[in-house]
């Protein structure tokens, strides 16, 4: 059963990678960053934390798999 809402660690959990490789691989690549705001919180200051609808946050994945895999070796 997926959560309604994440937060860093359930998609740590999900995809099997850390924070930095999170952060590196998908949230710095500007195209993948625009596409999951519709459906995503990103800090504004030190005190906030990441928050995803779970649904949409696990579909955006299983429809970019081969995308974020590319950018990997980039």
């Given amino acids: 059963m997926t959560k309604t809402y994440w937060d860093m660690s359930d ?3 999900e995809i099997g990678k850390g924070r930095s490789w999170i952060k590196k ?3 710095s690549i500007p195209r993948f ?3 999951i705001e519709a459906f995503s919180h990103f800090p504004i ?3 906030d934390e990441y928050m995803f609808v779970g649904s949409k946050m696990k579909k ?3 429809d970019n798999f081969k995308e974020i895999e590319r950018f990997k070796y980039m």
């Fill in 33 to 35: 960053k625009k596409e």
């Fill in 11 to 13: 998609l740590e959990n």
């Fill in 60 to 62: 955006w994945l299983e």
């Fill in 45 to 47: 200051n030190n005190n």
């Fill in 25 to 27: 691989h998908i949230f």
